[in-house]
């Protein structure tokens, strides 16, 4: 997962962990395992577990032997024998923990492990890092030669070893692929052994990495290892649309997280009836809608008034009326059974204080104003006034001329052709 406070500088190196440019616990990666056994002692009579787990790129993780009186670090940097040429890698984890892990993904502890050669010197992490960097340009020239091949597969991820003799081409396809042609131009073009390694679109979404729909890195690139099958029972199970741009992932397929809680969802719905229940009341017979697993409520709607609104009702009253259907007993209607929403309380509802809730309020406001204005300046006297003083409006035309129109049909009200001036 990473370190929560690791950022990187402007020279690539962690700034969290101070490990002068190597994670401490390997934090700075996915599929981490934290080594809570680090710093106790071993018991007196054993000896520690001559077997380390190396990660590789990405999620590509091997388990070697240092061999017995050797002793590596979590986060130094390794030589491998990767048969044929040597491999480079950081120790991610050593002592009891790795063979806990090894037990867990089913590696035997046998005489075909590799073994760790040495530690890296500073000419081979040279080597290393200059084969790291020819791994992207080497990603799109080898697209453009599958595309010349016209073949039905997609390139997800090139991986070249740690000594620059061999690289690895991950790729995906819905068929089998002939790509013995591929091999040899490939091989021509990088001057290098070539390996084709076929994986699965979860695999290839694991490799990548990315974001879900959910906000977070996918699991299957931070912790997740075994990609078990997923169906759409599980869907059906949950209660969700079966809409296949929402249950699929990254990678096309339907989503690991669909398996997480299916377990507590079926021992959730097998409280309740089958979907197929069908409750009879004398206004008519209803079928079932929708429920509401966790909130122990179904919905229920009726066959001749398909127009109506569903009616919510708790389990429990579900099961007496089906037991009233039983005894040949009907209800007079599912009203009475309908769950009743408690209202908020008062103080829990929004209340506009400051009434900026208003899109008008602009608006009001500028009419009265220019409203007040007018007033103010007829109440004043017009021009023909003795001892008042203009509006404040009176120099634009149209606002003066609004007010001698309205003065004008005053005239017959006050029988006098002056207007009022101010006393």
Known sequence: MGCASCKKGEDGKPLGCRSNGNCGNCGCDVMTVFDWLEGVPIPEG???????????????????????????QTGDVAVVDANPGEDMGIVSLTGELV????????????HEIKRVVRKATMEDITTWQAAKEREESALFEARKIIAEHHLEMKLGDVEFQGDGTKCTFYYTAEQRVDFRELVRALAAAFKIKVEMRQIGARQESARLGGIGICGREL????????FRSVSTGAARYQQLSLNPQKLAGQCGKLKCCLNFELDQYKEAVAKFPPPSTKLHT?????????????????WFQYFDDPGASPVAIDLEDV??????????????????????????PEDALFGDVVGQDDLNRFDQSGRGGRRRKGRKGRKGGGPAGGGGQKAPQAKEGQQSG????????RKPRGGSGAPKSAS
Not at 99 to 110: F, L, P, Y
Request: overall charge positive.
């Open 99 to 110: 063979r806990a892990q090894m037990k867990s993904k089913g590696v035997k502890d046998t």
């Open 402 to 409: 609004v007010g001698k129109r309205r003065k004008k049909r």
């Open 319 to 344: 099961r007496d009326i089906m037991a009233m259907n039983e005894r040949g007993e009907k209800p007079d209607d599912l009203l009475g059974f309908a769950v009743v929403e408690e209202a908020a």
């Open 219 to 226: 699991c299957c690139s931070t912790w997740l290892t075994d």
């Open 282 to 298: 004398r206004k008519g017979k209803a079928g079932h809608f929708k429920t509401d697993i966790f909130g122990g409520r179904m």
């Open 46 to 72: 054993q000896r520690a577990f001559d077997i380390v787990e190396i990660r590789f790129k990405r999620n590509r993780k091997g388990y070697f032997r240092i061999g017995q009186g050797r002793r590596v």
